[in-house]
């Protein structure tokens, strides 16, 4: 997915990225501030910097299985992610990735 394809867009409530896709690219969907929810692709390998920045309404995600980056701010600003489950694949990570103080549970998978 290219930079900023989706970026504010109010619409979108509900997403799910299609198998194939191997990068969100950077602030993909930054300000869909009515994005509640997102399925993401086993073929996923990178999530951008501030893919999904002040997604106001997400709650939680689930990372898949094979993905080995996460950009600078990915979650940034996602007062009301509660849950996320980071993968073991997982190489790098940027910095505030995940917004300030709002994430109760953050579950790192072991790796084998």
Do not use: H, W
């Amino acid at each position: 997915m290219r930079d900023r394809d989706f970026e504010n867009n109010v619409f979108v409530k509900r997403l799910k990225i299609e198998e194939g896709v191997e990068n969100i690219g950077y602030r993909s969907f930054s300000g869909c501030i009515n994005l509640e929810e997102v399925q993401f692709p086993k073929s996923l390998k990178r999530i951008g910097g501030g893919a999904f920045k002040d997604c106001l309404n997400l709650t939680s995600a689930t990372l898949p299985p094979n993905l080995v980056s996460i950009g600078r701010g990915a979650f940034e600003g996602c007062t009301n992610l509660k849950g996320i489950v980071v993968p073991s694949s997982v190489e790098t990570q940027g910095p505030s990735v995940f917004p300030d103080d709002a994430v109760k549970s953050c579950s790192m998978s072991e790796r084998p």
